[in-house]
T-cell receptor, first 116, second 113 residues
Framework: AQTVTQSQPEMSVQEAETVTLSCTYD???????LFWYKQPPSRQMILVIR??????QNATENRFSVNFQKAAKSFSLKISDSQLGDTAMYFC?????????????FGKGTKLTVNP | KAGVTQTPRYLIKTRGQQVTLSCSPI?????VSWYQQTPGQGLQFLFE???????NKGNFPGRFSGRQFSNSRSEMNVSTLELGDSALYLC????????????FGPGTRLTVL
C-alpha cells in the first residue's frame, strides 16, 4: 500500500518570503502522479500543482514549484513570494497511474500561516 | 461551469440514526469520489462511482454505502451512526475515463451526538 508522509504539521512564513513544504511517499509503483492540494480555512480544496512520475522536469505553476526526487521518493512544494491568501492546509497526495479507478492517498497535511 | 456542490453543508445527528449526503458533480464529469476528513485520520478514501457503478472502495465498514444516478449525481449513506463518524465528508468529481484532475466540493460537516 502507498503511504504519504508530511513531517511538518505546522509552518509559518512572512509575507513575500519563500517557504518549502516537505513530503515523502512510499510506493512500489513505477507509474504514478503526485499532487499538492490547498485547503483554505472553511473553503474548498483546490489543486495547486501536479507531477507525473515519468517526467523528470519539476512542475511549476506561477509562484508554486516542486522538487521531485524520484529515487528518494520526495516531493516538496516551494511557495515563492508568499501571500496572505496562501494561508491554508496543504496536502500532499499520491495516485497510482493506471488510469481509470484510482484513489488519492493523502498525507496528514501541513498548516501554513503567512504572517503580514 | 458550476463547481461541485454538496448538500447539506451541515448536519447534526444522534448515534444510531442514519444519514444521506448528496453530491452533484461538475457537468460532464462521470466520476464521483467520496472522502472522509477527520483531525485524527486525515483524508481517507471511501469509494468512487463511475457511470452508476462502484469501481473502487476504501477500507470502511458496510455501514457506509453509496450510489450514483444516471445524471452522475451521487449520494452516500451512513447507517447506525457512531460518534466516530463525525467528520467532513468531501466529494470530488472528474471526467473519469483516464486520469483527470479531481475537483472537490465544499464538503458536508457531519456531527454525531
Amino acid at each position: 500500500a502507498q503511504t504519504v508522509t508530511q513531517s511538518q504539521p505546522e509552518m509559518s512564513v512572512q509575507e513575500a518570503e519563500t517557504v518549502t513544504l516537505s513530503c515523502t511517499y512510499d510506493t512500489s509503483e513505477s507509474n504514478y502522479y503526485l499532487f499538492w492540494y490547498k485547503q483554505p480555512p472553511s473553503r474548498q480544496m483546490i489543486l495547486v500543482i501536479r507531477q507525473e512520475a515519468y517526467k523528470q522536469q519539476n512542475a511549476t505553476e506561477n509562484r508554486f514549484s516542486v522538487n521531485f526526487q524520484k529515487a528518494a521518493k520526495s516531493f516538496s512544494l516551494k511557495i515563492s513570494d508568499s501571500q496572505l491568501g496562501d494561508t491554508a492546509m496543504y496536502f500532499c497526495a499520491f495516485m497510482k497511474g493506471q488510469g481509470g479507478s484510482e484513489k488519492l492517498v493523502f498525507g496528514k497535511g501541513t498548516k501554513l500561516t503567512v504572517n503580514p | 461551469k458550476a463547481g461541485v456542490t454538496q448538500t447539506p453543508r451541515y448536519l447534526i445527528k444522534t448515534r444510531g440514526q442514519q444519514v444521506t449526503l448528496s453530491c452533484s458533480p461538475i457537468s460532464g464529469h462521470r466520476s464521483v469520489s467520496w472522502y472522509q476528513q477527520t483531525p485524527g485520520q486525515g483524508l481517507q478514501f471511501l469509494f468512487e462511482y463511475f457511470s452508476e457503478t462502484q469501481r473502487n472502495k476504501g477500507n470502511f465498514p458496510g455501514r457506509f454505502s453509496g450510489r450514483q444516478f444516471s445524471n452522475s449525481r451521487s449520494e452516500m449513506n451512513v447507517s447506525t451512526l457512531e460518534l466516530g463518524d463525525s467528520a467532513l465528508y468531501l466529494c470530488a468529481s472528474r471526467e473519469g475515463s483516464t486520469y483527470n484532475e479531481q475537483f472537490f466540493g465544499p464538503g458536508t460537516r457531519l456531527t454525531v451526538l
